[in-house]
Nanobody
Framework: HVQLQASGGGLVQAGGSLRLSCAVSETIGSFSTMGWYRQVPGKQRELVATSTSGGPTNYADSVKGRFTISRDNAKNTLNLQMNSLSPEDTAIYYC?????????WGQGTQVTVSS
């Protein structure tokens, strides 16, 4: 069964950086699309960034230019480098992998950005 484990969250001051990682139990090249999503209390989960196998990346307007999604194929890991963080980035971040008609989610990691 496909398992995803998100890690790397924590507390950081505004303007700081964090790097999130998502360890996947299977070869990440087998997933057509992988991505990061985030959710805050009272709001729906929103897309942050996606990475298509052998194709383009895509970012939400709110993070474009600050966040970078990448795949480490040797480690079967999906990463999210987050720079210039602001309090508005505070959320639980979830990783997602999609293959054929199936989607798989990680457990989430908390990112808190203080003023």
């Amino acid at each position: 069964h496909v398992q995803l484990q998100a890690s790397g969250g924590g507390l950081v001051q505004a303007g700081g950086s964090l790097r999130l990682s998502c360890a996947v139990s299977e070869t990440i090249g087998s997933f057509s699309t992988m991505g990061w999503y985030r959710q805050v209390p009272g709001k729906q989960r929103e897309l942050v960034a996606t990475s298509t196998s052998g194709g383009p990346t895509n970012y939400a307007d709110s993070v474009k230019g600050r966040f970078t999604i990448s795949r480490d194929n040797a480690k079967n890991t999906l990463n999210l480098q987050m720079n210039s963080l602001s309090p508005e980035d505070t959320a639980i971040y979830y990783c997602k992998a999609r293959r054929f008609l199936n989607s798989y989610w990680g457990q989430g990691t908390q990112v808190t950005v203080s003023s």
